[in-house]
């Protein structure tokens, strides 16, 4: 596609449930990033994706968050039981490879914890 | 880890007016660097970028920004200011690893800046 895409575009759900939210990068990005966007917190980065493949899971926020991509391409970010405090905006990014690469931004994942 | 600083949470400018908006990074190493644009009801757009080379970039719309190494610095400019360019901005630094391969990206709390025809 032209660019990034999210889906779904914004998520209401109630605490305790899982949510899973999903990212289509451009096609050809070979690295993938999940950033969350929250008032409190402004941009935080989460994880990275080069391939299938994420070497650093240190910046998730907590064990409830776990991420994974398939085939190189799609990506989906999962949160377990949710919590109130992670209602925010989740954004995707893509870039052509990892070394320094200029990254796009998908127009993001609202989420809303009741 | 990298740290960035922006000065100003808040701007205020009328049209026509210079803009500057300061950004300073803490890192021991070499980094890449970012302006990005969130304008309303919009995704993060790019607007310019440094990796190396000539420190001052020129970007989309106008904008243009000045890598001071010994400051830390990548403050963005623009000489004349437009209503259009009423949105958040977000300063940004990667470091940049010999071997190949980087990090996220680390972010200011953004300056939301509010231009009045």
């Known amino acids: 596609g032209a660019g990034v895409s999210q889906s779904p575009s914004n998520k209401v759900t109630e605490k305790g449930k899982d949510v899973e939210l999903r990212c289509d990068p451009i096609s050809g990005h070979t690295a993938l990033y999940w950033y969350r966007q929250s008032l409190g917190q402004g941009l935080e980065f989460l994880i990275y994706?080069?391939?299938?493949?994420?070497?650093?899971k240190s910046g998730l926020p907590s064990d409830r968050f776990s991420a994974e991509r398939t085939g190189g391409s799609v990506s989906t970010l999962t949160i377990q039981r949710t919590q109130q405090e992670d209602s925010a905006v989740y954004l995707c990014?893509?870039?052509?490879?990892?070394?320094?690469?200029?990254?796009?931004f998908g127009p993001g994942t609202r989420l809303l914890v009741l | 880890a990298q740290s960035v600083s922006q000065h100003n949470h808040h701007v205020i400018l009328s049209e026509a007016a210079s803009l500057e908006l300061g950004c300073n990074y803490s890192y021991g190493g070499t980094v890449n660097l970012f302006w990005y644009v969130q304008y309303p009801g919009q995704h993060l757009q790019l607007l310019l970028k440094y990796f190396s080379g000539d420190p001052l970039v020129k970007g989309i719309k106008g904008f243009e920004a000045e890598f001071i190494k010994s400051k830390f610095s990548f403050n963005l400019r623009k000489p004349s200011v437009q209503w259009s360019d009423t949105a958040e901005y977000f300063c940004?630094?990667?470091?940049?690893?010999?071997?190949?391969?980087?990090?996220?990206?680390?972010f200011g709390k953004g300056t939301h800046l509010i231009i009045q025809p």
């Open positions: 940004a630094v990667t470091a940049k690893y010999s071997g190949g391969g980087a990090d996220g990206l680390t």
């Open positions: 994706f080069q391939g299938n493949s994420a070497p650093d």
């Open positions: 990014a893509s870039s052509l490879t990892l070394t320094s690469e200029t990254q796009y």
